[in-house]
């Protein structure tokens, strides 16, 4: 369960989190939606500890664990994982080699031994099946050169390969076409495991037609306003953001759990 | 806590510090004819190699050591330096001349085993410690193939015409100030001969060390490849940890003939000196290879994480028409630790290539620059050299540097230079942090990504081992 209170965060001293409260838990997938700037992906890279951003008031537990006393790989290897809005390149290191790293960084904080190659590599090609990532996509550098569909792909490749038991999908609908993001979103499905949560940051509804939110929550200027079931994120999609900037808005207290 | 993460990590980063406690025997401190002679005696040297050294020694006295290098070289004082130690003497007493079990040890801790059944697989090695080869294993099998593989001095006993038509003829004594010096006062090294049409059956390599206090080393290596042949030759450097500065002065010549080929790699892990900047090897090598006959290939691949100072630059002098050569460098320097290393690439031969690819990684408040000439000559038609420079800085007290000359007297040549800076990324840190990795981690793939093109030339196991070299020298330099 991730249960975050009243938190504020700058970055580069201006604050852009200003008091959020947001409770999930074990097997809830809450949609997050606002407008571009309202800090959706601030609160994301909050959770996973970018150190650019400074929390500045409140508190995120996470399974009980202080997270914002954790390093990020910390929380990582406690089962946070967040597929990137735009994932990163390292020239030089062959998906598997990072992979690997990463897997056994998991075991190792775990108290488990490395994994056997062998297994490794039959772990990768399992895993690779579920999001139909091609072969050759594993045996380049970490991203590069891959195409923007490809990274998003990438992603959820590697939360299959991390099995996480919390999950934030920053804006991994960007930049996909249907059928990409219909074998992105059935590959989420179908790792999810009954007690896996997750955050969704999306803009669109069609993310939310194949992973169905239990919670919408609307988040404009730091705060979260509004929160609903799934037909919130329908009504922002037919109707945009300024009907709940308006003020004539239901404010929904009971879902926002403190 | 993170406090006594860094101590932890500063002492654990050289693993190859121990001393050895041996009976060594040392001469006096002090440089002049007489040490030349000295020496020269003590080796049983024939006079042709004497006056060979006391030209050079006459030549060096006149000369000053260069200053043109992106380097702060402290004052060395020559006559406070001993120029010959030799731990073997307990072996040289007994009758049997068996080698002293500490000298076994050493070597088996540095992971380099002197009995041959232990041995890496196809892979001979010629140890040697301070002024004196200790032991060159497999010489016999090698011997088979009349491939000769010893150490230089017994070289210039059983094989002095051999040793005498190419000493100094790739480096002559007059090359540099530190070649005047070797070629004065060089002790031990190895010596490669492979005779014409002959593929070396396995690896050869030397690994130096240097043990006792206050004494330089001085090696000298030749290998001379005849035509048609082929070997691969690894060396290998530790030193323990000494407050004081420790003066190491190599030359290695390369002879390369018709059609032959020779792979040179190092892995250069010289005491860095302290985390203060305190002590340290003084690198200060001259290697160069003569790739004598037509299409003749010679390749340098070097990995440099250690010593204080490292002035270093491996070249080719590409006299043979349609001759190849490379050079694949990656030079580490962290603390307070200095490199200025690169290549010569002469091109005298038609239609002659060579490629260039270095890769410096600067951290801690290191200087690290890569220097490098590409000279093509009037008859050199046809030639072409490609060049590529990378830099990676590892936090914003550490500098790197480029240094290209280009000196083309052909219109038909081609030469090309490519040079980046990058940094690592906080991005690229978060992405891997955000997959479970730690930073020391994260920063040892980025690195080892970084300089892959260079570990992919180097021999299996030494790459392996280049590998973890370069993460540990950079542990501590991030977050």
Request: glycine share 8%.
């Amino acid at each position: 369960m991730l249960e975050i209170k009243n938190l504020h965060a700058n970055v580069n001293g201006k604050e852009i989190l200003k008091g959020v409260d947001l409770t999930i838990r074990d097997g809830e997938i809450h949609a997050l939606m606002g407008t571009n700037g309202a800090g959706k992906s601030t609160l994301s890279k909050v959770i996973v500890g970018d150190p650019s951003y400074e929390v500045t008031e409140g508190s995120i537990m996470f399974d009980g664990h202080d997270l914002l006393a954790m390093k990020p790989e910390e929380r990582a290897n406690a089962g946070i994982f967040m597929s990137f809005q735009q994932p990163i390149e390292i020239p030089g290191v062959s998906m598997a080699n990072f992979l690997k790293a990463a897997v056994n960084a998991k075991r190792k904080y775990q108290g488990l031994d490395p994994m056997k190659a062998s297994d490794f590599l039959s772990m990768m090609r399992e895993k690779r099946k579920l999001v139909s990532m091609d072969s050759k996509l594993v045996n380049r550098s970490v991203n590069e050169g891959f195409s923007g569909g490809e990274r998003k792909r990438n992603e959820i490749f590697q939360m299959a390969m991390l099995e996480p038991t919390f999950c934030i999908l920053d804006e991994t609908d960007s930049g996909l076409d249907v059928d990409a993001l219909r074998i992105v979103a059935e590959g989420f499905n179908k790792l999810r495991k009954p007690e896996t949560s997750a955050i969704i940051i999306t803009h669109y509804q069609r993310l939310l037609d194949y992973i169905t939110p239990d919670t919408v929550h609307v988040l404009l200027d730091g705060r979260i306003v509004k929160t609903g079931g799934p037909e919130l994120a329908k009504q922002i999609e037919d109707n945009g953001f300024d009907w709940i900037k308006g003020g004539s808005i239901n404010y929904d207290f009971e879902s926002v759990t403190c | 806590m993170p406090n006594e993460f860094v101590k932890k990590v500063a002492e654990e980063k050289y693993k190859f510090g121990f001393t050895t406690d041996i009976q060594t025997e040392i001469i006096d401190k002090g440089l002049n004819e007489d040490v030349v002679r000295l020496i020269s005696q003590k080796k049983g040297e024939p006079d042709w190699l004497l006056e060979f050294r006391l030209k050079a020694f006459r030549y060096w006295k006149d000369q000053k050591a260069p200053s043109w290098g992106h380097l702060r070289l402290p004052e060395i004082d020559y006559q406070d330096i001993s120029y010959y130690a030799d731990p073997t003497r307990k072996q040289q007493q007994s009758e049997n001349k068996e080698i002293d079990p500490e000298l076994m040890k050493t070597f088996d801790k540095l992971g380099i085993p002197l009995e041959e059944r232990m041995a890496l697989s196809g892979m001979a090695v010629d140890a040697v410690m301070d002024s004196v080869s200790v032991k060159t294993t497999f010489k016999e099998k090698l011997a088979e193939k009349n491939i000769i593989f010893c150490s230089i001095s017994e070289a210039v006993k059983n094989h002095p015409d051999l040793v005498r038509k190419h000493l100094g003829s790739v480096v002559p004594y007059r090359d540099n100030y530190f070649a005047a010096l070797n070629s004065a006062v060089f002790s031990d090294g190895s010596f490669v001969y492979i005779p014409e049409n002959t593929r070396c059956p396995m690896e050869l390599s030397t690994y130096f060390r240097i043990n006792a206090r206050n004494t330089g080393q001085f090696e000298r290596t030749l290998i001379v490849c005849e035509s048609g042949s082929y070997v691969s030759y690894l060396e290998g450097c530790t030193a323990p940890m000494r407050d004081e500065n420790q003066l190491h002065a190599a030359i290695v010549e390369i002879v390369v003939m018709d059609n032959a080929e020779v792979k040179y790699s190092t892995v250069q892990n010289w005491y860095p000196g302290d985390s203060e900047g305190k002590g340290g090897v003084l690198n200060l090598v001259t290697k160069r290879g003569l790739l004598k006959g037509h299409h003749s290939k010679l390749s340098w691949t070097q990995v440099e994480t250690g010593s204080a100072i490292t002035w270093k630059y491996p070249s080719c002098v590409l006299q043979g028409d349609d001759s190849q050569a490379e050079f694949y460098s990656v030079a580490v320097t962290n603390n307070y630790q200095q490199a200025d290393t690169g290549t010569k690439m002469i091109h005298l031969g038609k239609r002659t290539k060579s490629t260039i690819i270095s890769k410096g990684i600067s951290a801690g408040k290191s200087e690290n620059s890569y220097r490098g000439l590409v000279k093509v000559g009037k008859q050199a038609d046809g030639s072409r050299n490609y060049s590529s420079c990378d830099s990676l800085l590892l936090g914003s007290e550490c500098g790197a540097h480029t240094f290209p000359y280009m000196d083309v007297q052909n219109n038909n040549a081609t030469v090309e230079h490519e040079a980046t800076t990058s940094k690592i990324s906080e991005d690229q840190l978060l992405y891997c942090n955000q997959r479970g990795i730690s930073t020391e981690e994260a920063v040892g793939l980025i690195v080892n990504g970084y300089a892959k093109d260079v570990l992919n030339k180097l021999p299996m196991e030494f790459a392996v081992e280049a590998q973890k070299l370069l993460s540990v020298s950079l542990e501590g330099t991030v977050g």
